[in-house]
């Protein structure tokens, strides 16, 4: 039954593969200013932003009307959003015959997300995600996505300012370009598909935490901002809401955490250029059930740049990160969870698109991820107690192609595959199993109205 419904699927995907493309909107945002998708989104092609797009966001989703100056469906300020697919692993079972990656094959919806996007006021916009997901446990609502925005205009000394404030649930969120963690590549993953066992803290907050930050933009070429973040209990329990902010996995924050972020971009015609830097300092209670006594600190340095060419026909993004994060395990190696009292750990996004008129974009890209020994943090054991590895180093690679049946519906094929897991591309798990075989093939459907 199931392969036959997977056969289903892939010959729709094949037939919707081959459908003209239209230019219908996306929903919120597009109904608020009376534009396509394609004004915000590179070829309507979700998340990656135009210029235009940029300051859409930066200037707090206000450009159109409002609420109480919209009509008929205009004025409906909520999308609903969907996503579903298959995903293959290459090999999902080890060599002892268990599992490793769950459900390869098997159809499934992974999430419906209701979202709350508009212009409030001149000065007031709002984004916020309640996202339904499929956990192959059962169903479970949470908080996706938070970002509301005031923003003012004014000049001083023949300078544009757009000066703002902002709240959001995750550090990058509210970054406005494709090279930082939130919004970078790849821009979806199969929820089946492995990912690099270790990430800097700066990736690993979302719906955990809240902020209060400030920034300012600067005659539309020089941004800079600052930002504190704390666990979302609280006044920021909305945008946890779902999260059980105790449950082993969660960052739980010490006070309040800066986060920093910079960059320089210019524009002419249709090549924009970016070259920024971000970070964050966080201390963060080793035990989430019980955030008291010493604390862990991490601190991330993260330097990026993107360059931009918007043709009518043929589009090109060139993106690129660095992040180096230091560690100083001040709770976590008095308990014995670490083998070493410090470290670090580096990780590498180089990635580009091509998009062909607003019907059909391919992506690429390359990651890594690696820094210090640690056999208590990062170690694998075999089952004959042997340690097979202690390294964090992941690398690998991201193919994706897109196809826009209209703008409202996105079909994708993406392939993943590894080079290292963990330090080791061969007998990555003692008993022979390799890096490649956690390689997945990911089919996908994504829907917005």
């Known amino acids: 039954?199931?392969?036959?419904?997977?056969?289903?699927?892939?010959?729709?995907?094949?037939?919707?593969?081959?459908?003209?493309?239209?230019?219908?909107?996306?929903?919120?945002?597009?109904?608020?200013?009376?534009?396509?998708?394609?004004?915000?989104?590179?070829?309507?092609?979700?998340?990656?932003?135009?210029?235009?797009?940029?300051?859409?966001?930066?200037?707090?989703?206000?450009?159109?009307?409002?609420?109480?100056?919209?009509?008929?469906?205009?004025?409906?300020?909520?999308?609903?959003?969907?996503?579903?697919?298959?995903?293959?692993?290459?090999?999902?079972?080890?060599?002892?015959?268990?599992?490793?990656?769950?459900?390869?094959?098997?159809?499934?919806?992974?999430?419906?997300?209701?979202?709350?996007?508009?212009?409030?006021?001149?000065?007031?916009?709002?984004?916020?995600?309640?996202e339904v997901g499929n956990t192959f446990h059962g169903w479970k609502g949470f908080t996706g996505a938070a970002d509301v925005r005031a923003v003012h205009f004014f000049h001083l000394g023949g300078n544009e300012i757009l000066a703002g404030l902002d709240t959001n649930n995750n550090p990058t969120v509210q970054d406005v370009w494709n090279s930082t963690p939130d919004w970078g590549f790849p821009f979806y993953s199969s929820p089946q598909a492995p990912g690099a066992p270790a990430a800097p803290v700066i990736s690993r907050l979302g719906s955990q935490v809240g902020s209060i930050g400030a920034y300012a933009l600067v005659n539309r070429q020089v941004y800079a901002e600052l930002s504190f973040y704390r666990v979302a209990s609280g006044f920021f329990r909305w945008m946890s809401a779902g999260t059980d902010l105790h449950q082993d996995g969660v960052n739980y924050l010490n006070g309040y955490n800066p986060y920093w972020r910079a960059y320089w971009t210019r524009s002419h015609g249709p090549h924009s250029i970016m070259l920024g830097a971000f970070g964050m300092r966080a201390n963060i209670f080793p035990i989430a059930a019980a955030p008291s006594?010493?604390?862990?600190?991490?601190?991330?340095?993260?330097?990026?740049?993107?360059?931009?060419?918007?043709?009518?026909?043929?589009?090109?993004?060139?993106?690129?990160?660095?992040?180096?994060?230091?560690?100083?395990?001040?709770?976590?190696?008095p308990a014995g969870a670490v083998s070493t009292n410090t470290g670090n750990l580096k990780s590498v996004n180089v990635n580009g698109s091509y998009g062909y008129g607003n019907g059909w974009a391919f992506h690429a890209g390359y990651f890594l991820t690696n820094g210090n020994n640690d056999s208590t943090l990062y170690g694998v054991a075999a089952p004959s107690g042997n340690l097979v590895t202690a390294s964090p180093k992941t690398s690998g690679y991201t193919l994706q192609l897109d196809r826009h049946v209209t703008q409202n519906i996105q079909l994708m094929a993406q392939y993943?595959?590894?080079?290292?897991?963990?330090?080791?591309?061969?007998?990555?798990?003692?008993?022979?199993?390799?890096?490649?075989?956690?390689?997945?093939?990911?089919?996908?459907?994504?829907?917005?109205?």
Request: aromatic share 16%; net charge neutral; glycine share 12%.
């Open 1 to 130: 039954m199931i392969r036959k419904q997977a056969n289903w699927i892939l010959l729709a995907l094949c037939g919707l593969f081959g459908f003209t493309p239209h230019a219908y909107g996306l929903p919120s945002f597009a109904r608020q200013t009376g534009q396509k998708c394609a004004a915000c989104h590179v070829g309507g092609d979700w998340p990656q932003l135009t210029p235009w797009g940029r300051f859409f966001k930066l200037s707090g989703y206000t450009a159109g009307a409002s609420l109480t100056h919209r009509e008929g469906t205009d004025n409906v300020p909520i999308g609903v959003l969907g996503q579903a697919g298959l995903t293959w692993a290459a090999q999902p079972n080890d060599t002892q015959g268990q599992t490793v990656i769950a459900h390869s094959g098997q159809p499934e919806f992974y999430q419906s997300t209701a979202e709350l996007a508009t212009k409030l006021t001149d000065l007031l916009g709002v984004f916020y995600e309640y």
């Open 293 to 333: 006594g010493p604390t862990d600190r991490y601190t991330d340095y993260g330097f990026d740049s993107q360059y931009q060419y918007l043709g009518n026909t043929h589009k090109f993004t060139l993106r690129g990160s660095y992040i180096y994060e230091t560690k100083s395990f001040g709770g976590s190696y």
């Open 416 to 449: 993943r595959g590894f080079v290292n897991f963990n330090g080791v591309r061969h007998n990555i798990d003692g008993i022979g199993r390799n890096a490649s075989d956690n390689n997945t093939l990911w089919l996908s459907v994504f829907f917005a109205f």
